[in-house]
C-alpha cells in the first residue's frame, strides 16, 4: 500500500530519532532551524540534516541515508527477535529496491522500540 505524504514525514522522523538526531525547537532564530535535525557527539551538538539545505528527510529515497541507518541497527543487535528481523532485512537488501528495504528497516525499528531496553 502506498503511503501519504505525512505517513512518511512520520516514519522519517522516527528512523531520525532512531539515529539519536533531535530537534531543538528553542533556538534563537527559529525559522532558520525550522525543521533542522541535530546530533551530539563527544565534543558539541552537531547539525545532522537540515531542511534549507538537503529537503525533506529522504530516508524512503536515498540508499546513502538508509545505508547509515542500517549500520546502526547492525550494532544494535541484542535479541533473538532483533536477529530474525536483521536477517529479514537482509534479504530485503537483495532486492535493490530501496522502498522494500525502507519498510523492512522501519519495521525493525518499530520493534526495536517497542521493547524494554536495559
Known sequence: M???VNEIREMNAKIAEFLGWF?????????????TWFYKDEFCIRVAW???NDGELNFNTSWNSLMKVIKKIKNSLSTKTDLVL???LMLTLQTLNVEVVYEATFKFIENFNNKVHI
Open 50 to 52: 537540515c531542511y534549507h
Open 86 to 88: 536483521y536477517n529479514q
Open 2 to 4: 502506498e503511503k501519504n
Open 23 to 35: 530537534i531543538e525547537e528553542d533556538r534563537r532564530e527559529p525559522e532558520l532551524y525550522r525543521n
